[in-house]
């Protein structure tokens, strides 16, 4: 008998391959050059010689999450918020090479000069929590907050991790996008415009419900009662009229997976197994896993955490796997443990890797410009006046 083996149809989830495009996604697109092979041997030479030829044209970011042959490469390191500033302050630099996903690389061509061109090294580099809020179904969400009769008293504040087309709705808005590094400034800011965290104002807050309820919750002390989850996908976001009325915090359905996998119970394993141990984790985690851990915030904190940390230390860490291994390599005399047994990478942030950054370099050596990044004009302008909202905060 002979079987036969048909290759599946094309479907829309190919593109989380690398193939295929779906220009509506924050992912999948597909390189169009030809990428050198990951088992070339010179590909560190090649990097070398390729970012000497470039010298101060261009400017290499490097989020923490990224692979350690990329971090090699980077001018700066840092989190999303760090790595905005530095886009923002580099005017002479006539590309920005952003090593990190879409979302950051929009918000660098945003707070750049027009004169300078912002790349990402593989288009496919998106967030899946990013794509959990689409622009009609957040201008969906506010005609609800319109009948509710609570759209006047409401601010929105944006995630850093959203869409230009969030940040700019938010701009219209009278809002602010914040990071992991300034939400509980952008909250307090935010509720400030309509009364203060004790009066009758509310803040919808887009994509990450952990990130909007840790921050409510644990740094303002917004009962969790008070917190409501919209659902996108039901009508109504799933809630009453009455139900947005009572919430101060109207939280977006959406997180993120790679955090999403930490839980309770792997804090009291940890500490079960390693006595002593400091957790540390991301506020993207849930809000059991962060009301658990000894230590919550940003990447930029997570660094600077075990950078104070004592020889000796014990340190559990939620958050990436390629900085929480970054960090254990280069603090080899703590004990460094991640927090969930089972490990894992964000899969997007790993797609940048030393390939696709040769093939980035060596055609803008080339003279030809790949992966542009450009922002609609509309959306850039709006998006601007929440990202200028954020850099203005104070404290920040
Ligand atoms: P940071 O701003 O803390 O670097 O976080 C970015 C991110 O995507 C975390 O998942
Ligand atoms: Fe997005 Fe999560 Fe990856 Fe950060 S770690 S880029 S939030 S999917």
């Known amino acids: 008998m002979t079987t036969s083996f048909t290759e599946p149809a094309a479907s829309p989830l190919l593109h989380l391959l690398g193939q295929g495009v779906d220009l509506a996604s924050e992912r999948g697109v597909e390189c169009t050059g030809e990428l050198p092979a990951p088992s070339d041997p010179d590909l560190v030479e ?36 760090k790595l905005a500033r530095e886009a923002a302050a580099r005017p002479d630099a006539e590309y920005i090479i952003f090593c990190g996903v879409h979302f ?52 929105p504040v944006t995630y850093m991790n959203s869409s230009a087309a969030i940040k700019a709705f938010t701009g219209r808005h009278g809002g602010t996008v914040c990071t992991s590094s300034n939400a509980q400034v952008a909250l307090r800011w935010a509720f400030d415009q309509v009364g203060g965290a004790d009066g009758e104002g509310k803040v919808l807050f887009l994509p990450d419900q952990h990130l909007g309820r840790n921050t409510a919750v644990l740094q303002l002390g917004i009962p969790l009662d008070q917190c409501v989850v919209f659902d996108p996908r039901r009508p109504g976001g799933g ?24 839980s309770a119970q792997n804090v009291t394993d940890v500490r079960a197994a390693v006595p002593g141990v400091n957790v540390l984790v991301h506020p993207e985690c849930k809000h059991e896993v962060v009301t658990a851990a000894d230590y919550v915030g940003s990447t930029e904190y997570i660094v600077r955490q075990l950078e104070q940390s004592e020889p000796g230390s014990a340190w559990a860490i939620g958050t990436e796997l390629n900085l929480v291994r970054r960090l254990a390599r280069r ?60 850099l203005a905060l104070p404290g920040v």
């Open 46 to 81: 090649r990097a070398r010689a390729a970012r000497a030829a470039l010298g101060d044209s261009v400017f290499v970011l490097g989020h923490h999450y990224q692979r350690d042959e990329v971090i090699d490469f980077a001018d700066v390191t840092g989190d999303s918020f």
């Open 104 to 155: 950051m690389a929009e918000s660098a061509d945003i707070l750049t000069t027009d004169a300078q061109q912002v790349i990402l090294p593989d288009l496919a580099a998106g967030c899946s929590m990013a794509d959990m809020a689409r622009i009609n179904q957040v201008e969906d969400a506010w005609d609800a907050l319109v009948e509710a009769g609570v759209a006047e008293q409401t601010v």
């Open 239 to 262: 809630l009453t009229p009455q139900e947005l009325r009572d919430a101060r915090m109207i939280l977006w359905r959406g997180h993120c997976s790679v955090h999403g996998r930490f």
């Open 331 to 390: 603090f080899s005399d703590r004990q460094v443990h991640y927090l969930d047994s089972t490990v894992c990478f964000c899969s997007t942030m790993n797609r940048i890797d030393l390939p696709h950054l040769v093939w980035t370099m060596e055609s803008l050596v080339a003279g030809r410009v790949p992966n542009r990044i450009e922002v609609d004009a509309d959306d850039a302008r709006w998006a601007r006046v929440a990202l200028d909202q954020m």
